[in-house]
């Protein structure tokens, strides 16, 4: 079982090092947590299976997996440095091709986004609406996590990739 570091670790291998040192390029710690959200929340609507053990909380900016976010706050609101943390994000773990194809999902769909932007979806998302309660982190259960508008997406997503694949072949 991973926790919220892990598929951290996942999540950041993905930003361009380039782009990262030439612009700035990367992934806050407030869009991190949004994503991890949606990757617990997509794991759990299309194969009932949570990815990372460690819970997601209703915190007053959205969802937040607190193991991470205490790793990554002393970037505050700037974006999470990736080449100081080259060693962490090398220790990547190797995903099943269901969970890669989860995490996957998420970040064609969602990284796009700004954090802002995430925090607008999150907030309009019924898991955290039914969660937060104002001054307390409460938990978000598994069973809040269920989405079939996002199981749907899922395998639509599913559908384009196959379709794709038989175009280049």
Not at 26 to 40: D, M, T
Not at 66 to 80: D, E, L
Not at 111 to 139: E, F, R
């Amino acid at each position: 079982m991973y926790d919220s570091l892990d598929i951290s670790k996942v999540l950041l291998s993905k930003i361009n090092t380039e782009r990262f040192e030439t612009i700035g390029d990367g992934i806050s710690n407030l869009k991190l947590q949004k994503l991890l959200f949606y990757i617990q929340k997509t794991s759990v609507s299309v194969f009932d299976n949570i990815l990372f053990s460690d819970e997601i909380q209703a915190w007053q900016y959205g969802p937040v997996a607190p193991k991470a976010y205490h790793r990554f706050k002393a970037y505050q609101n700037g974006n999470i440095d990736i080449i100081d943390e080259r060693d962490f994000i090398e220790a990547s773990p190797t995903l099943s091709f269901n969970e890669l194809l989860v995490v996957d999902f998420v970040w064609d769909r969602y990284s796009q986004y700004s954090a802002g932007k995430l925090v607008d979806l999150t907030h309009q998302d019924k898991a955290w609406i039914d969660n937060y309660i104002p001054g307390i982190n409460n938990h978000i259960e598994k069973k809040d996590l269920k989405d079939k508008e996002l199981e749907k997406s899922f395998n639509d997503y599913l559908v384009s990739l196959e379709t794709a694949s038989e175009l280049v072949l």
